[in-house]
């Protein structure tokens, strides 16, 4: 009788079985061919809350798994101003599957909403600023997002 897997455990295991051929493999093939991580790489994932965001952090741990390439990884939350149980909620997920973020605050939102022209713009380009900002205060030198992730 096997034993049932843990959340965290869960997840590992299908992006290597089950989701082997639709995510994996195009991930590592990626890795590679655009020769994205190298040896002693520091490299900040940053993490939204949303799938494709948290599938990347999980997708770049398995790697750090498996390489034989060193190099280290930080996950980056930045809070623009969610509500606290969207916080909460993405700090739950994140304990969930074994990620270990460090979060950071920031008043994206504040600044948006008092904007009437291209509010979006103007908050994905705060956004970027700041996600670059402390990344490189803690040592980074990649950033890796997963916002892209779209036909996942």
């Known amino acids: 009788m096997s ?3 843990t959340p965290q455990e869960a997840a590992e295991r299908s992006l290597i079985k089950k989701y082997r051929k639709e995510l994996w493999n195009p991930f ?8 994205l991580i190298t040896p002693g790489d520091r490299i900040a994932v940053c993490i939204s809350g949303g799938k494709d965001s948290m599938v990347l952090a999980k997708l770049m741990q398995e790697l750090q798994r498996h390489t034989e390439q060193p190099f280290e990884l ?3 939350v930045m809070d623009p101003g969610y509500a606290p149980a969207n916080r909460a909620l993405i700090e739950e997920n994140a304990a969930r599957l074994g990620i270990p973020i460090t979060v950071f605050r920031s008043d994206i939102f504040d600044v948006a909403y008092q904007v009437e022209k291209n509010p979006c713009y103007l908050c994905a380009r705060m956004r970027r ?3 670059y900002s ?10 890796a ?6 036909d996942v």
């Not at 402390?134 to 950033?143: D, P, T």
């Not at 997002?145 to 779209?150: D, I």
């Open 28 to 35: 590592i093939a990626a890795v590679k061919r655009y020769e």
């Open 129 to 131: 600023g700041f996600l």
């Open 134 to 143: 402390k990344a490189q205060e803690l040592g980074c030198n990649k950033i």
């Open 3 to 5: 034993r049932e897997l």
């Open 74 to 76: 930080v996950f980056l």
């Open 145 to 150: 997002l997963g916002h892209h992730l779209s």
